[in-house]
């Protein structure tokens, strides 16, 4: 469970899911782990999310999506 990572665990399943969505390969499964991430405390796994809700990149866009990422970001920093 992500939960249970190390900061330093969370840093790198973050990098390896926005290297995936920037690559469009398997993106679902990528904001499923940025979500987890972010969910265990990271950051800029949230914000990231805030703006590919906001933006409606590859994602529906939500903005209610996009302001619960936004506070979670706000929140960790």
């Given at each position: 469970?992500?939960?249970?990572?190390?900061?330093?665990?969370?840093?790198?399943?973050?990098?390896?899911?926005?290297?995936?969505?920037?690559?469009?390969?398997?993106?679902?499964?990528?904001?499923?782990?940025?979500?987890?991430?972010?969910?265990?405390?990271?950051?800029k796994?949230?914000?990231f999310?805030?703006?590919?809700?906001?933006?409606?990149?590859?994602?529906?866009?939500?903005?209610?999506?996009?302001?619960?990422?936004?506070?979670?970001?706000?929140?960790?920093?």
């Open positions: 469970m992500i939960q249970h990572f190390t900061q330093h665990e969370l840093e790198h399943v973050y990098a390896n899911a926005v290297n995936t969505i920037q690559s469009q390969k398997n993106f679902q499964d990528a904001v499923k782990e940025l979500e987890e991430v972010a969910k265990a405390g990271h950051g796994a949230a914000l999310l805030a703006e590919l809700y906001y933006q409606g990149f590859r994602v529906e866009r939500d903005s209610l999506k996009a302001q619960y990422w936004q506070k979670m970001a706000t929140l960790q920093a």
